[in-house]
C-alpha cells in the first residue's frame, strides 16, 4: 500500500478525534529503504502529555509521535537547544494528511523558519570541552593496538568529530545515517576524504588515514585540547 493512503487509514482508525496528522520519514522522501518505517505525528490537544507508539498496519511499520501543540513547541525547543532538529525535520518535510484547525500551516512555517536560522554556535566553553572530548578519543585511537577496539573507538570519535565540524560550519547535527548525509551536504570533499579513510580502516586494519583527516579538521576550529582544561573546579 501506498505511504500516504496507509497513513490516512491509520490516522482515520486510530487517531480519528485528532484535529491534526502529518506523515514524514524517508519514504515520504522518496529515500525509502526495504525496512524504512512511516513516521506519523499526531497533534491533540486532547493529549496530557507527549508519547511515542510502534505499530505494524496496512503493510507498514508505523512510528507514531504524539503532541498537543504545546508539547510540540516544547521539543521544537529541545531540539533546537541540542542541535538536532529531529521533530522539527519531521514538521518541515512532512506532508500534512489532516489539518482541521489550520495548525498545520504554522507549525510547518516555523519548522522552515528554525532550520533556516541554523544552530546556534558553540560557547567558548562548549567548543572546548567538545575539542577536550574529541581529542580524548584521537589518543585513544592512536594508542589502541588492538583491532576490535579501534573499530569502537572509531566509531564515536567520527560521529563527535563530524557534529563538531557541522555546527562550526553552522549545520545541524546528525545521528547515525544522518552523520554523513549532512556532512557530505555540508563539505563533500572532506567527506570523501573521511569515507576513504574509513575504508582503510575497516578493509585493510590501517588506522594512520582517519587519525591525520581528524586532526586536519580539528585544527580548523582550534586544534587538539588537553592541558590546561578544567571543569567543576572551586
Not at 8 to 29: D, M, T, Y
Request: glycine letters at 6%; a negative charge.
Amino acid at each position: 500500500m501506498e505511504p500516504i493512503l496507509a497513513a490516512k487509514l491509520f490516522v482515520e482508525s486510530n487517531f480519528h478525534q485528532s484535529p491534526f496528522a502529518l506523515a514524514a520519514g524517508s519514504v515520504i522522501r522518496g529515500e525509502g529503504t526495504i525496512t524504512s518505517d512511516l513516521d506519523i505525528v499526531i497533534v491533540d490537544d486532547c493529549i496530557d502529555r507527549a508519547y511515542r507508539e510502534s505499530f505494524h498496519a496496512y503493510g507498514w511499520p508505523i512510528e507514531v509521535f504524539v503532541h498537543n501543540e504545546q508539547t510540540v513547541r516544547e521539543y521544537f525547543d529541545h531540539d533546537i537547544q541540542r542541535r538536532r532538529p529531529s521533530l522539527v525535520n519531521m514538521v518541515a518535510e512532512g506532508i500534512l494528511i489532516k489539518d482541521l484547525g489550520a495548525l498545520g500551516k504554522g507549525l510547518k512555517e516555523l519548522a522552515h523558519e528554525l532550520l533556516a536560522a541554523g544552530p546556534a554556535p558553540f560557547t567558548p566553553e562548549e567548543s572546548e570541552t567538545r575539542r577536550y572530548i574529541i581529542t580524548d578519543l584521537l589518543d585513544d585511537l592512536i594508542g589502541a593496538q588492538n583491532y576490535d577496539e579501534q573499530l569502537f573507538i572509531s566509531y564515536k570519535l567520527v560521529e563527535q568529530t563530524c557534529n563538531f565540524l557541522l555546527v562550526n560550519r553552522q549545520e545541524w547535527m546528525g545521528r547515525g545515517k544522518w552523520v554523513p548525509r549532512l556532512l557530505k551536504r555540508s563539505d563533500e570533499a572532506s567527506y570523501q576524504i573521511l569515507i576513504k579513510a574509513l575504508k582503510q580502516l575497516y578493509v585493510h586494519q590501517e588506522k594512520q588515514p582517519l587519525i591525520d583527516w581528524i586532526v586536519v579538521e580539528l585544527e580548523k576550529y582550534g586544534g587538539r585540547c588537553f592541558a590546561g582544561y578544567s571543569r567543576g573546579k572551586p
